[in-house]
């Protein structure tokens, strides 16, 4: 447990606060939708209310009011918190957009793992910048949240204004969905099957269970409620999902398994059910569950010019790739595409393909025979003995650095030719 505290104190030392509005990122991301469910303390926000005026007050500064809207907007970000623990949304927006009210000045504090409002409190005491937005004279108002992820974590927030406060109140504590908007990249979900399909036969069902693991805070962690995601196979005569995202098997053979939000809402899973056994995607050999190995082939795509063949079914990159082509270390622009790269020189580099290698050992001594020429800036870089000219000698200095036996300059930048 203790190590679990320095976590949670490292994590509480960044604080957001803004006394005007915030700029709201437009950039295009790719969102994932589902829904989860937990329970809200009312009564652990109104103690934090009541201990935090008392620090207010002890200090002669104002009490600060709980507005009904604020503290159901702390709600969702404790929520939030639970699945990612920031002062930036699962969405990837600035934590601010989750305040439903205009506002002039804002701020927010959020904390997880603390077991009691007191708890908490003393937390954010002892941490400069949330204590500071506890005393702030921006602030009149206050929403407080406090939610209780499906591992019994309990996550919190402060969202703080200075708008008049609707004091319409709520307490107790109550069962809540939230619907959540994620960036996948903000998540660490993980799967679980009510059943193990290697042993299962015709007619058998098995389902699926989504779990996060806070990939801020790996002690919290959040069941997804399957209500808010779509099955799709795609080979329903061998696997058919009922409307509550169980699987049927109705044959053998291949059919694709995606997980999907609903509405619109992103690609949540994906990966390959085949005679009874789970793969991570059609590329995958070895069963999740029970190892056995099959038989699949990558399909690369891409042209000469792929610096990565990648896979067009699971996305790996190919083990030998073709790349672009270049007359040496100054071409800047690929012959057959004409991409621009960045130009990195490197002592040795005869080819041009950024790497020093046994293949520049052989470009040296082609060109030696007179069977090829060298670039210039490529020229230049197997200079290896300073006497302006590539030679025999080149060539021999070249081969002690691969053999490890001396080093050559490691790199140049791009204005040194």
């Known amino acids: 447990m203790q190590n679990v505290k320095k976590l949670i104190a490292v994590m509480l030392i960044f604080v957001l606060i803004f006394c005007a509005s915030p700029k709201v990122c437009a950039e295009e991301e790719e969102f994932v939708n589902f829904t989860v469910s937990g329970k809200v ?11 935090l005026n008392e620090l ?41 957009t ?31 910048g949330h204590y500071s937005n506890m005393i702030s004279d921006c602030y009149d108002t206050i929403g407080v949240g406090c939610f209780k992820t499906s591992n019994g974590c309990l996550c919190w927030a402060q969202l703080f204004n200075s708008n008049p406060a609707n004091e319409k109140t709520a307490q107790g504590i109550e069962e809540r969905t939230f619907d959540i908007e994620a960036k996948k990249e903000n998540l660490g979900m993980e799967y679980k099957l009510t059943k193990i399909p290697c042993s299962l036969k015709k007619g058998d069902s098995f389902s699926f269970e989504f779990q996060n693991s806070n990939i801020e805070f790996t002690h919290a962690k959040q069941t997804v409620d399957l209500s808010s995601l779509s099955f799709v196979s795609s080979n329903e005569g061998v696997l058919e999902f009922s409307d509550n995202g169980t699987a049927v098997i ?62 067009t079914l699971c996305g790996e990159l190919g083990a030998d790739p073709t790349g672009h082509k270049y007359s040496g270390a100054g071409d800047a622009f690929c012959n057959l595409c004409n991409e621009e790269r960045i130009l990195v020189y490197l002592k040795g580099d005869a080819d041009g393909d950024q790497n020093v290698t046994t293949s520049d050992l052989a470009y040296i001594k082609l060109y030696l025979a007179g069977v090829l020429t060298l670039e210039s800036v490529s020229e230049i870089l197997c200079d290896l003995n300073g006497d302006s000219i590539v030679n025999t000698g080149d060539l021999a200095n070249l081969k002690l650095h691969l053999a490890g036996v001396i080093t050559l300059e490691p790199l140049k930048s791009g204005s040194d030719y």
Not at 285 to 304: D, L, Q, V
């Open 250 to 311: 109705k044959g053998t053979g291949i059919a694709d398994i995606t997980v999907m939000g609903k509405n619109g809402g992103g690609v949540f899973f994906n990966a390959q059910y085949d005679s009874g056994h789970l793969y991570k995607n059609a590329c995958d050999t070895t069963c999740e569950y029970c190892s056995k190995i099959r038989t699949a082939a990558h399909s690369f795509g891409g042209g000469s010019c792929t610096e990565a063949a990648i896979c």
């Open 41 to 51: 303390y009312y009564d652990y926000a109104y103690e934090v209310l009541e201990l």
């Open 98 to 128: 989750a305040v439903t009210e205009p506002f002039s000045a804002v701020g927010e504090n959020i904390a997880i793992g603390y077991t009691s409002p007191k708890a908490v409190m003393n937390g954010w005491i002892n941490s400069p």
């Open 56 to 96: 207010r007050l002890s200090l002669g500064k104002a009490p600060l009011k709980m507005d009904y809207t604020l503290m159901n907007d702390a709600m969702l970000r404790a929520a939030e918190s639970g699945l990612y623990f920031s002062h930036t949304r699962p969405n990837g927006r600035g934590c601010f």
